[in-house]
């Protein structure tokens, strides 16, 4: 392997040989890998930048990672028995003051043909077309259909005043959420067929209406891992990584092209979500999922063959029956801290955390093991790691904002993805993937949009590059380091723009189950 390719390449790598990782926070941790309906993959908080949207701010919470398109025929429904949350904390106490909360239902509507003389149930989630060519929906031949219902918590999210998030429209609680992309004979016009799902919404304490879509995606995120996992097996020329050429990392495959996942999406007026005087909330989602759980040795037809009709998948007759308090078992705020930040000890246990007790893993953030664990692996290559303890510059990108960014005016040191809501957008043909470190003050680390290439810019940050200045004087914080802290890390995969939408929802249409075109 070329030593100077690798030490480019060396931080997505080397953190990836000592823990259980796999994407941004796609299996992150042990026990969440064995729930993939609650696995929160990744978390967007940024001012809208859809034309007309001026004032608005976007959440975008992520779930189920690694959905295969062909993944039939039971595809990828939410857990009726879980809670999916988003919570925004608009005072800077790293705790909650406004939670809004998911609940999903899965029906079946029992659809049957008749063999020889009996009424058959089908097994297939549906028998026909669901959509017309134009990608108005159809429910004829529709036999399994999700719904869910969004409750606003304003304070403690278990104790708060609660309310309910109706359709603006009809005044409905209750949301639809359109199939996944089963194919085009199935769906011929999915990206017109999703957009009937778009709602626009009435939100408690909110005098503007916002918007909710939940359905399947593209995943988003963009990352090399089969090559960077086989111990930095990367083969590319170091010229084409000069650190300088910003726009040249678009060398290695994408490993989670393909892949689609779960996307709870909503927009809601800036000012419905800030506090006082205070432009800067932060936010973070979570799922959690009942204490108890108890499998059902003989579980029995919901419906007989006999009698055919629909009924709720989560009823006590099905293979298992849940309750107790809830649990929580997904946090996802910042992008990367469980894969990168976390030790292998405490991975669940942060996942179970809030924001507001992240003192106990400060030891994490201030003497960070990444830039040690490159320095050992690629220090013959010129990777140091910095000399400075503790590491406020990560205190700051991680647990209070950076100061004049997205720093709330009080704030105590919590993990949670920090925006400033009066930050002016940057419009989508000009954003730039490095985020503020590419001069982009509207992109990552203050928030966080689709294109933010936070990969890279999070191992750049992790490897000193807010140390500053680099110039070996007296207040160079450590001049042994300046020229590592320099370099251009990077895995190699760069975000493509084209794979992005510049409206809302943002996250692109679904990768389709089956070709393009219908077979009839």
């Known amino acids: 392997m070329n030593r100077k390719s690798a030490l480019l390449f060396a931080a997505v790598g080397a953190a990836a040989l000592p823990v259980t990782v796999f994407g941004s926070s796609h299996r992150e941790a042990p026990f969440i890998a064995t729930r993939p309906k609650t696995d929160g993959t990744d978390f967007y908080l940024f001012n809208s930048y859809e034309t ?11 779930y189920q990672p690694f959905e295969f398109p062909q993944g039939g025929p039971n595809y990828y429904t939410m857990d009726p028995n879980a809670l999916y949350e988003i919570s925004i904390d608009n005072t800077g106490s790293g705790k909650e003051a406004l939670t809004f909360q998911f609940r999903f239902q899965t029906v079946n509507s029992g659809l049957a043909v008749t063999a020889g003389t009996k009424s058959i149930p089908v097994p297939l989630v549906n028998i026909g077309p669901l959509a017309s060519a134009s990608g108005a929906p159809t429910s004829a031949a529709q036999n399994v259909a999700e719904t869910y219902t969004i409750t606003l918590v304003s304070g403690d999210r278990r104790t708060g005043t609660v309310g309910a998030v109706t359709d ?39 005098s503007k209406p916002g918007r909710v879509f939940v359905g399947q995606r593209q995943d988003p995120f963009v990352v090399n891992l089969g090559e960077t996992f086989d111990l930095v097996n ?21 490993s989670l092209a393909g892949f689609n996942v779960t996307a709870i999406e909503l927009e809601v007026p800036a000012a419905c979500l800030t506090a006082g005087s205070d432009p800067v909330i932060g936010g973070w989602t979570t799922a959690s999922s009942r204490q108890a ?26 293979a298992a029956v849940q309750g107790g308090a809830w649990s929580q078992v997904s946090r996802l705020g910042m992008p990367l801290v469980n894969e990168l930040v976390i030790g292998l000890p405490d991975k669940d246990l942060w996942n179970t955390s809030v924001p507001s007790g992240d003192a106990q893993f400060a030891d994490y953030v201030t003497n960070p093991s990444l830039p040690v664990l490159l320095q050992v692996l690629f220090g013959s290559a010129g990777v140091a790691a910095p000399n400075v303890y503790p590491r406020t510059d990560l205190e700051a990108a991680f647990l209070t904002g950076i100061k004049g960014l997205n720093q709330p005016l009080s704030v105590t040191p919590a993990e949670e993805l920090r925006l400033n809501t009066s930050t002016p957008v940057t419009p989508f043909a000009s954003q730039n993937d490095l985020g503020v470190l590419g001069g982009d003050n509207a992109g990552f680390p203050n928030g966080r949009r689709p294109i933010d290439d936070v990969v890279d810019i999070t191992l750049r940050v992790a490897m000193g590059v807010l140390l500053t200045p680099f110039d070996g004087s007296a207040s160079d914080p ?27 929802p943002y996250l692109n249409t679904p990768v389709a189950g089956s070709p393009t075109s219908a077979n009839d």
Request: with cysteine; hydrophobic share 35%; proline share 11%.
């Open 478 to 504: 450590d001049p042994a380091s300046d020229a590592s802290r320099q370099l251009g890390y990077t895995d190699g995969a760069e975000p493509n723009p084209a794979n992005y939408l510049p409206a809302f």
């Open 234 to 254: 990367i083969k590319y020329p170091v010229t084409q990584l000069a650190p300088a050429n910003s726009n040249g990392r678009n060398l290695a495959p994408n």
């Open 52 to 62: 007309g949207r001026t004032g608005y701010v976007t959440l975008i919470a992520n």
């Open 293 to 318: 759980a108890v499998l059902n040795p003989k579980p029995q037809s919901p419906y007989s063959v006999a009698s055919v009709g629909p009924v709720a998948a989560a009823s006590a007759t099905g």
């Open 168 to 206: 603006a429209t009809s005044g409905a609680t209750t949301f639809t959420k359109p199939v996944d992309n089963i194919g085009a004979k199935s769906i011929p016009n999915y990206a017109a067929y999703a957009a009937n799902f778009i709602h626009t919404i009435t939100i408690p304490g909110c």
